[in-house]
Nanobody
Framework: QVQLVESGGGLVQAGGSLRLSCAAS????????MGWFRQAPGKEREFVAH????????YYADSVKGRFTISKDNAKNTVYLQMNSLKPEDTAVYYC????????????????WGQGTQVTVSS
């Protein structure tokens, strides 16, 4: 069982940066690969980034590649999403999730979710 709590969202101007954090409770956190998803109003939840349990391999959506970086600190039970060069189209609620099996690109491959944190990028 893993409980996830996101933080770090907020309002930022286009071109700015934010770092999201996702704190996990549970002794087995370091055995989980993790992902970040986002959901904009009226749209489906979409994949943003994924990191393997060791942190050695990462995957990104094309829309964020080169701007966002996912990282994982198993000693702190925390996964991060560094977001640079933010655009208005990045505005969404961002969720972290623990991967439980399947294709990492799909939300149904993640069995544990946080409550989300709002990111708003103004133009």
């Amino acid at each position: 069982q893993v409980q996830l709590v996101e933080s770090g969202g907020g309002l930022v101007q286009a071109g700015g940066s934010l770092r999201l954090s996702c704190a996990a409770s549970g002794r087995t956190f370091n055995t989980y690969a993790m992902g970040w998803f986002r959901q904009a109003p009226g749209k489906e939840r979409e994949f943003v980034a994924h990191i393997t349990w060791s942190g050695g391999t990462t995957y990104y959506a094309d829309s964020v590649k080169g701007r966002f970086t996912i990282s994982k600190d198993n000693a702190k039970n925390t996964v991060y999403l560094q977001m640079n060069s933010l655009k208005p189209e990045d505005t969404a609620v961002y969720y972290c999730a623990a991967y439980t099996g399947g294709n990492y690109y799909y939300a149904n491959s993640y069995g544990y979710w946080g409550q989300g944190t709002q990111v708003t990028v103004s133009s």
